[in-house]
């Protein structure tokens, strides 16, 4: 692999690692390991530990895949490997 | 018109719409058939894909699971929605720039090695026909219910249905089938939910309904609910757990790298244009996705208290539980609890013999909840309600009119055979193009592979139809079964075959083999060797759920853990991948030259 594309993978790497960790925070962290601490704070009538684990994380999940591909697209495009 | 009148209607139109599409569509040749000639956008594919994933366990068994599991039923949720964000990151546009057919064909390449396809064909068909036995249960519950005939006899008609427009369609079929699928089956979800979150709340949107307060009280819906099942001995809410933390925590952590590695879903993403359009796939197919997974639980909260309501009147007017006037008379029970009794499903048995049906825990550990039951004379639970029922039940239990009903059956319906329909896609490929193809007979005509796919079609119907009438329990179950037998074998694979150049085939192999054994040994010691009943060995592993207290259901997180190691350790002793292997790493990890899946390889 020549210099451009491994400074590309590893900009895709690091896009990656961003990413799962927000995926990780939201459903075992906030969904479960941390569901009982937030449950003390509420949303609307929902305990929001409960909420994260039955709405919260779906919510941000969408978000997150549509924000990797946005941001994949730009660095395709930034390193030239876009597709035509 | 009268209800079961109704639902014939309303059944028979939409089936004449599917088998309709399914004749329009008839494909013509071999990529048509498999991938639908590679012209499908990223929305429609999304549809298709969100249908496809959406069975008879997240329409018909889900939310009656949440409904009596309460927060941890959120594995289910967080689970089945989360392994899309990991299918979107690290396997679809990969994949879709290696620019093949099947799941094996990658595998077989990236490992450069037959045997390495030929053991991803095994795993690919284990976890399939798994899966699809819990379809085919589906497919016969529901049909028996509303065609009013044996569950036997809903499994022959489910079968000779999906046999129609699979076998006939292939995958162009397919595709604009399960959109027409997946408007029916959102329908049929969203509406009963729409109008009993209007009733209980005040509030159109479920999602929003489920958080807010009670119609005329200033007490939100959740702390009512709480507080009833608590009252009645059940644990509270918003924060039973399922089993242990770590035991949620595996069972989600299961499902969701189960999504990404199941072979029919990752299909899909071979069906789009382009590398950018399988990561915008992926997206839209979690937005229509997360159409039912956010109502879902509004309509377990909700038919909760609906249910618990329509037997003890004191839910409603604040009264006392226990009082003796507020337990339903049983002469006075509405219609639908009758026409559900009917099945089976639905049980009442006067244990105290007042005529009135008691509603609540009598194995409860709260003592206060045991107390008063004792003083009140009640003397055990008298209504059993199957978990499954709930969902088709819940319009009837809120009395909303007979179109909704026959509406949600329709739903049911479309969910277990689009679902049935992909997997069979997926069999069959895997037989005719990696099995028959790929290592009996490399130079078979287009003509003749075609034929090996729809004869495998037709097999596996069979067989699955008939697992399907004696099977290892319901469709929930063995559907996650089939999760942990794909996480456990097929996703590590892909994945250390796009993100590490250094896998070599004996560490795949090696890894998928014990990935898949482990795994099947601890579930077959649970529910029997290849889910004949009586062959359980229990004792040989320390009595049930001896790992950890992980159920069989979340032991697919371990069995991925086990084949993560394998691999990494048998590929450092052994020889790394030749060159050329390593330049097809390169260039599956960047979209450019993404060509149009090609039918002739």
């Known amino acids: 692999m020549d210099k451009s594309g491994e400074a590309y993978w590893k900009a895709t790497l690091g896009l990656l690692t961003k990413i799962l960790v927000i995926w990780f925070l939201v459903s075992f962290g906030a969904g479960i390991l941390f569901a009982d601490m937030l449950n003390g704070i509420h949303l609307g009538g929902y305990p929001l530990g409960f909420w994260f684990a039955q709405q919260g994380s779906i919510y941000i999940f969408v978000a997150l895949i549509f924000y990797y591909a946005k941001k994949m697209d730009q660095i395709d495009r930034k390193f030239d490997v876009h597709e035509e | 018109m009268d209800l079961q009148t109704t639902i014939y209607l309303v059944v028979g139109l939409t089936f004449a719409l599917y088998i309709g599409i399914a004749v329009w569509a008839r494909a013509g040749s071999t990529s048509e058939f498999y991938v639908a000639g590679g012209g499908v956008g990223p929305r429609i594919n999304g549809m298709a894909t969100a249908a496809d994933w959406m069975s008879a366990a997240s329409f018909i068994s889900m939310a009656g699971l949440i409904s009596n599991m309460g927060y941890g039923g959120a594995l289910f949720l967080m689970g089945w929605t989360g392994g899309y964000v990991l299918l979107a990151l690290l396997l679809a546009p990969y994949l879709r720039k290696f620019g093949k057919f099947t799941v094996p064909q990658f595998i077989g390449d990236r490992y450069y090695s037959q045997t390495a396809s030929t053991v991803a064909v095994l795993c690919l068909l284990v976890a399939s026909l798994t899966y699809i036995i819990g379809q085919m249960t589906g497919v016969g519950v529901a049909f028996s219910r509303f065609l009013g005939v044996s569950s036997d006899t809903g499994i022959y008609v489910g079968m000779a249905i999906v046999f129609t427009y699979a076998v006939f369609g292939g995958m162009k079929g397919i595709t604009y089938t399960q959109v027409a699928q997946f408007v029916v089956l959102i329908f049929a979800y969203t509406v009963p939910a729409v109008f009993i979150s209007m009733q209980l709340t005040g509030n159109p949107i479920p999602q929003l309904g489920l958080g807010s307060n009670m119609v005329g009280s200033d007490i939100s819906l959740l702390q009512k609910l709480d507080q009833v099942v608590v009252e009645l001995g059940f644990g509270q809410y918003t924060t039973t757990t399922a ?357 002739r390889h």
């Open chain 2, 243 to 599: 089993g242990s933390t770590l035991n949620m925590f595996a069972y989600t952590l299961s499902l969701m790298i189960g999504t990404a590695g199941l072979p029919h879903v990752i299909m899909r993403f071979f069906t789009v244009p382009s590398v950018a359009a399988a990561r915008l796939s992926a997206g839209w197919a979690l937005v229509f996705i997360a159409i039912l997974y956010t109502t879902a639980p509004a309509v377990a909260g909700m038919a909760k208290m609906n249910l618990i309501g329509t037997v003890n009147t004191a839910v409603a007017s604040n009264g006392d539980l226990y009082a003796t006037d507020s337990s339903l008379k049983y002469e006075e029970r509405p219609d639908w609890m009758k026409r559900w009794e009917v099945t089976g499903l639905l049980k009442f048995e006067d244990k105290n013999g007042d005529g009135r049906i008691q509603y609540y825990n009598d194995k409860t550990k709260n003592a206060d909840a045991a107390a008063k039951a004792e003083a009140a004379g009640w003397k055990g639970n008298e209504l059993a309600v199957n978990a499954d029922i709930i969902v088709l039940a819940n319009p009837e239990i809120a009395l909303l009119p007979n179109w909704v009903i026959a509406l949600v059956a329709a739903g049911g319906l479309a969910a277990a055979l689009s679902t049935a329909a992909g997997l069979l896609l997926a069999i069959s490929s895997a037989i005719s193009h990696d099995l028959v193809k790929g290592v009996f007979k490399p130079n078979i005509s287009e003509k003749g592979e075609l034929m090996a796919g729809k004869i495998a079609m037709s097999v596996s119907i069979v067989v699955a139809g008939y697992l399907g009438l004696n099977p290892p329990g319901f469709a929930a179950g063995t559907v996650a079964l089939a999760f942990g037998i794909a996480a456990s074998s097929l996703f590590p694979a892909i994945m250390m075959g796009i993100f590490s150049k250094k896998m070599n085939k004996e560490g795949a192999i090696a890894g998928m083999l014990s990935g898949l054994f482990i795994t099947l040994f601890y579930v077959f010691a649970h529910k029997g060797l290849f889910f004949i009943k009586g062959t359980e060995y229990l004792p040989l592993i320390g009595g049930p759920n001896s790992f950890f207290g992980i159920t069989p259901e979340a032991f697919g997180a371990v069995g991925a853990l086990v084949n993560f190691i394998v691999a990494f350790v048998v590929d450092k002793f052994t020889k790394a991948p030749p060159e050329h292997i390593q330049h097809l790493v390169e260039s599956v990890r960047t979209p450019r030259g993404a060509k149009a899946v090609d039918g």
